[in-house]
């Protein structure tokens, strides 16, 4: 564009002379006050970005267009029934499919018929520890198209407990690992119950930190090169702040796997987040839902799996998962977001966003494993005190009508009627169960709102 003799004919305008005009036309306002906001990470965004505010310009990644897949999820509660629900869901334009699997009487054998597993990838989150249900899973599927979620820090983090007990999940971890040279990490449990996008990333650092270090001495340097790391994450609404995000996450794991000689490249599964879904006027979700998926895509997802608009009080249905999947396959194939090289490479706000969320993000980690580790902390309660914190603020600014969702706090519907709707519990559960440490829970801004009007329809 440099070369282009168009632009020889003006002169360039700089960062200063911008400021300059903007402040005039301010009229006497503070340019300061009026135009940069603080967002709940701490970073100051300013109205405007410019080349000559960088020291060195982004290089720009000579890397193949972005190659996301299309994912569907399917809970499986009958093998046959879900076997269809996956074929379905590829002859209709899903490229992978998520199984998620609640016991080991699933048999694998029906959950995979006429299922081409050597082209199609797979992701299998197991509700279980069991080494034996693993190894049958890689007899039936390819080494390179299938991926075991397996997490028992996030089962501690999410639950409260182990899947049995410390010893015992360690053991079977290391046996699952050994064979699957790979392991996940569940990020979306963070940004679902409220933390900042710093949090988020801090405590995903944090939490495959403790994996590393208990997995350095076990594995052959072979398989460290090797080795496959999946975070689960999950995406909000916040649109280019989730664009950096996921760059940030790939620039930092990266940092950190290799100082363990860790494989650096990591595969990251992306769907929206649940936090700012809503009963009410419940087709803005899927507004929300497409600027999510966009973040996802943008940012460099390898598998993005929308979240159905009726999700949150819907069991699962043919006609909201189709309207989720069409969502995807319009972004891919009639606005080709699977065609250009790394639209956000070069963009300076995006470039300083990936910078300053980096920057953040590796002192916060710093600072948990200077106190202990993410494990240490999880178990004092210190993890999730603060993501309560962050929740508390972002709530505070929803019942303030800082933070706006349509349809709820702003230009509500009264005629809205969603009680008789309702196939699924839509709001935070409080189930007495003994934990060994304070469980992280997920909830929705509009939980309270929500509940309020359906008890006064």
């Given at each position: 564009m440099k070369n282009n003799p168009l632009f020889s004919n003006f002169d360039g305008v700089s960062s200063k002379q911008w400021k300059q005009k903007i402040q005039a036309d301010l009229k006497g306002a503070d340019y300061n006050d009026t135009l940069i906001w603080k967002s709940n990470e701490g970073i100051d965004v300013r109205p405007f970005?410019?080349?000559?505010?960088?020291?060195?310009?982004?290089?720009?990644?000579?890397?193949e267009a972005t190659q996301w897949h299309i994912c569907q999820t399917i809970f499986v509660a009958d093998a046959k029934k879900s076997n269809e629900?996956?074929?379905?869901?590829?002859?209709?334009?899903?490229?992978?499919?998520?199984?998620?699997?609640?016991?080991?009487?699933?048999?694998?054998?029906?959950?995979?018929?006429?299922?081409?597993?050597?082209?199609?990838?797979?992701?299998?989150?197991l509700q279980f520890l069991d080494t034996e249900y693993v190894t049958e899973i890689l007899s039936k599927t390819s080494k390179d198209k299938v991926y075991i979620l397996t997490?028992?820090?996030?089962?501690?983090?999410?639950?409260?407990?182990?899947?049995?007990?410390?010893k015992t999940d360690h053991s079977i971890f290391e046996s699952i690992v050994k064979s699957t040279n790979s392991l996940s990490v569940?990020?979306?449990?963070?940004?679902?119950?409220?933390?900042?996008?710093?949090?988020?990333?801090?405590?995903?650092?944090?939490?495959?930190?403790?994996?590393?270090?208990?997995?350095?001495?076990?594995?052959?340097?072979?398989?460290?090169k090797e080795f496959n790391i999946v975070f689960n994450?999950?995406?909000?609404?916040?649109?280019?702040?989730?664009?950096?995000?996921?760059?940030?996450?790939?620039?930092l794991f990266s940092t950190l796997a290799e100082a363990f000689n860790f494989n650096p490249q990591c595969h990251i599964f992306a769907t929206p987040t649940k936090r700012n879904k809503t009963l009410y006027d419940y087709n803005?979700?899927?507004?929300?839902?497409?600027?999510?998926?966009?973040?996802?895509?943008?940012?460099?997802?390898?598998?993005?799996?929308?979240?159905?608009?009726?999700?949150?009080?819907?069991?699962?249905?043919?006609?909201?998962?189709?309207?989720?999947r069409n969502q995807l396959l319009v972004l891919k194939h009639e606005s080709y977001f699977d065609k250009v090289n790394n639209p956000a490479d070069g963009n300076y706000y995006v470039e300083t966003l990936t910078e300053q969320i980096s920057e953040k993000t590796l002192a916060l980690f710093k600072d948990i494993e200077s106190n202990g580790g993410f494990l240490k902390q999880l178990k004092e309660g210190t993890i999730q005190r603060k993501i309560k914190e962050s929740a508390t603020k972002e709530q505070e600014d929803f019942n303030a009508n800082k933070l706006i969702l349509l349809g709820t706090n702003k230009h509500p519907n009264p005629n809205d009627k969603?009680?008789?709707?309702?196939?699924?519990?839509?709001?935070?559960?409080?189930?007495?169960?003994?934990?060994?440490?304070?469980?992280?829970?997920e909830n929705r801004?509009?939980?309270?709102?929500?509940?309020?009007?359906?008890?006064?329809?």
């Open positions: 970005y410019h080349a000559d505010e960088f020291d060195a310009l982004p290089e720009i990644s000579d890397a629900k996956a074929i379905d869901a590829l002859s209709r334009g899903a490229e992978s499919i998520k199984f998620i699997i609640p016991n080991t009487k699933i048999n694998l054998e029906e959950l995979l018929k006429s299922i081409d597993t050597n082209t199609t990838l797979l992701y299998f989150e997490d028992i820090i996030g089962q501690l983090a999410r639950t409260g407990n182990w899947f049995k007990d410390l569940d990020v979306a449990l963070y940004q679902n119950s409220g933390a900042t996008i710093v949090q988020q990333l801090a405590y995903a650092l944090a939490h495959v930190n403790e994996y590393f270090n208990h997995l350095d001495a076990l594995l052959s340097t072979e398989a460290k994450v999950s995406v909000g609404t916040n649109y280019f702040f989730e664009i950096a995000k996921l760059r940030a996450l790939r620039l803005t979700n899927m507004l929300r839902t497409t600027t999510e998926c966009m973040s996802a895509i943008l940012g460099g997802a390898n598998s993005v799996c929308n979240l159905p608009y009726d999700a949150i009080y819907h069991k699962d249905n043919e006609f909201g998962e189709r309207i989720s969603m009680k008789h709707e309702l196939e699924l519990y839509p709001f935070v559960k409080h189930n007495p169960v003994k934990t060994l440490i304070a469980p992280i829970i801004l509009a939980e309270s709102m929500e509940q309020e009007r359906i008890n006064n329809e």
